[in-house]
């Protein structure tokens, strides 16, 4: 199966059950590890609603719960008609697993929208190299 068609029916599988009752945005996520093993998360949200994470940061904590340490690729899963990317914190998370051209999936219920790459979106960024 092509690796975006894999990820986009992991992070469709763990879509529904995001924790999302006060956004109503319902967000799955899946990363490509580099031994080639997939792993989702969705957002969860809370009362006290700063402390509600995205579906990147689950399917990464999963990943490295998994020990996962690289990230092939990332795929983002939203509803409504504009494109889910991943947010500035997100971004940075993703950073600290990837490579600059390593692809940022961005999908609707339809099927993949865009793909974009890590550089493109968060240029001139910190990373571990820079505390060498
Ligand atoms: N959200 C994600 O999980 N990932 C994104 O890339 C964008 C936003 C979540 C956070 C929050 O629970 C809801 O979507 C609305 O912002």
Redesign the pocket.
């Known amino acids: 199966m092509d690796p975006i068609d894999t990820l986009f029916s992991a992070a469709r599988a763990v879509q529904g059950r ?1 924790h ?1 009752p ?2 109503r ?3 799955g ?1 899946a990363v490509l590890d580099e031994a080639g093993a997939v792993h989702a998360g ?4 809370n009362a006290a609603y700063p402390v ?7 399917a990464i904590a999963a990943m490295v719960a998994a020990g996962g340490r690289r990230i092939g690729a990332i795929l ?1 899963l ?1 509803d409504g008609a504009a494109l ?4 500035g914190a ?1 971004r940075q998370r993703i950073r600290e697993f990837a490579a600059p051209d390593t692809p940022i999936h961005v999908a609707g219920p339809e099927g993949l929208r865009r793909t974009f790459t890590l550089d493109e979106l968060l240029p001139a960024s910190f990373g571990p190299d820079n505390l060498a």
């Open positions: 995001a999302a006060y956004s945005f319902r967000v996520s969705c957002n969860v949200e509600g994470t995205c579906a990147e940061a689950g983002v939203g889910v990317t991943p947010c997100c």
